[in-house]
Nanobody
Framework: QVQLVESGGGLVQAGGSLRLSCAASGRTFSRYAMGWFRQAPGKEREFVAHISWNGGITYYAASVKGRFTISRDNAKNTMYLQMNSLKPEDTAVYYC??????????????????WGQGTQVTVSS
C-alpha cells in the first residue's frame, strides 16, 4: 500500500477556487491510478475524479465536470485537484485514494486500497 496525505482544504466563498494536494509515500506512486472522493455530513462517500498512472486518462463525476481538474506529478509523488467555480454543495471532506488496478469501476470506493485522512472543504454562500 501507499501512504497518502491530503492538504489544501479550507473555507472559500461560492465561485472561488481551491487546489487540493495528495502527497504519496511508500510504494511506487507512479504504479497507481488515483482518485478523489468526498463525503458530506450525513451522506455517503461519493466519487469525484480519477486519473490513470501517467495522467493520460481522467474521469469526473457529472457534478464536477467542467469545474474540477485532476492532475498528477509522478516526479513529486503528488496528485492534485483544482476546484474552480465552487458551490456550497461542494462542501465535504475530500479524500484521495490509490487504485492498484486501474479498475473499470473507478467510481467504486471498494476498488481503492489506500486512503488519506481527508481535508475539509467548506464553501459559503
Amino acid at each position: 500500500q501507499v501512504q497518502l496525505v491530503e492538504s489544501g482544504g479550507g473555507l472559500v466563498q461560492a465561485g472561488g477556487s481551491l487546489r487540493l494536494s495528495c502527497a504519496a509515500s511508500g510504494r511506487t506512486f507512479s504504479r497507481y491510478a488515483m482518485g478523489w472522493f468526498r463525503q458530506a455530513p450525513g451522506k455517503e462517500r461519493e466519487f469525484v475524479a480519477h486519473i490513470s498512472w501517467n495522467g493520460g486518462i481522467t474521469y469526473y463525476a457529472a457534478s464536477v465536470k467542467g469545474r474540477f481538474t485532476i492532475s498528477r506529478d509522478n516526479a513529486k509523488n503528488t496528485m492534485y485537484l483544482q476546484m474552480n467555480s465552487l458551490k456550497p454543495e461542494d462542501t465535504a471532506v475530500y479524500y484521495c485514494a490509490a487504485d492498484p488496478n486501474f479498475s473499470e469501476s473507478y467510481y467504486d470506493a471498494y476498488e481503492y486500497d489506500s486512503w488519506g485522512q481527508g481535508t475539509q472543504v467548506t464553501v459559503s454562500s
